[in-house]
């Protein structure tokens, strides 16, 4: 399984920015999806969180409204399209992916992800 991030860049406060995960090696719609985040001097937190067949997401409430995750199983990609971003959306972004038993849960607890991509920079400026 792999996993490849892709996205990130510079942005100015209240900008956007759409984070790719593609997948490959995994058959989709068994496994859940998280989009993570470490930002410069803390640990990584979770961010937004989707089930195998797309329809149940969560996201974390510093997001709630701003970032939507969305996949797309025949693409074998996961999406986080994030708007409004603020200076304290900096971070490295990394997806993950963990296989589960029904594919209409998702999972945000980060210890029980068994695959991850590289991570992508997000710089936001003010």
């Known amino acids: 399984v792999q996993l490849q991030a892709s996205g990130g860049g510079l942005v100015q406060a209240g900008g956007s920015l759409r984070l790719s995960c593609a997948a490959s090696?995994?058959?989709?719609?068994?496994?859940?999806f998280g989009w993570f985040r470490r930002a410069p001097g803390k640990e990584r937190e979770g961010v937004s969180w989707i089930s195998g067949n797309g329809r149940t997401t969560h996201d974390v409430d510093s997001v709630r409204g701003r970032f939507t995750i969305s996949r797309d199983n025949d693409l074998n990609t996961v999406r986080l399209q994030m708007n409004d971003l603020k200076p304290e959306d900096t971070a490295v972004y990394f997806c993950a992916a963990v296989k589960t038993d029904v594919n209409i849960v998702i999972v945000t607890r980060e210890s029980l992800y068994d695959y991850w991509g590289q991570g992508t920079q997000v710089t936001v400026s003010s």
């Open positions: 090696g995994l058959r989709m719609d068994d496994y859940a």
